[in-house]
């Protein structure tokens, strides 16, 4: 039984690995502005690793899932105190736009349409790049922006 148990949670941390590695290869873009399609695949890829990841049995479950807590609780403690590992597993914050010029290699890089941009500005309250001086693609996916002064 304790082999078992075992084997079972070594599988529920190649599982969490897994989508971890899935999720920063995504990139921040799918964290912060998740559309749809990103959400069904992103939800697709955990059901069928899952599904693999998971013995049958419910002591096997409750392992799985108590492993898989316990992993995703470690790693946020691990981001909090080493500043190299939250790169890693987050990545960084990066310019969009600077004095009211978009970076489009900036875009490319994270995988934001310049529409996906403008939109994320606009909720922001710029209807104009040229209105911003500093706009950000923060590691949470989140866009933030700075008011250009006139």
């Known amino acids: 039984?304790?082999?078992e148990w075992l084997r079972q949670a070594g599988q529920a941390l190649a599982y969490y690995a897994t989508l971890?590695?899935?999720m920063r290869i995504s990139g921040k873009r799918l964290a912060g502005q998740m559309q749809t399609l990103d959400l069904i695949i992103l939800i697709t890829l955990g059901v069928v690793l899952q599904q693999t990841a998971l013995e049958d049995g419910t002591a096997n479950a409750v392992v799985?899932?108590?492993t898989v807590f316990c992993a995703h609780r470690g790693l946020n403690?691990?981001?909090l105190t080493s500043p190299a590992i939250r790169r890693a597993i987050r990545g960084r914050p990066r310019a969009l736009v600077?004095?009211?010029r978009v970076i489009d290699t900036a875009l490319e890089h994270e995988g934001v349409s310049r529409d996906e941009l403008l939109a994320g500005l606009r909720k922001l309250?710029?209807?104009?790049?040229a209105k911003v001086r500093l706009a950000v693609l923060e590691e949470t996916g989140a866009i933030t922006a700075i008011e250009?002064?006139?």
């Open 125 to 129: 309250g710029y209807d104009s790049p």
């Open 20 to 22: 971890v590695v899935i």
């Open 64 to 66: 799985f899932v108590v």
């Open 148 to 150: 250009r002064e006139s």
């Open 98 to 100: 600077r004095e009211g």
């Open 1 to 3: 039984m304790l082999e």
């Open 77 to 79: 403690w691990l981001t």
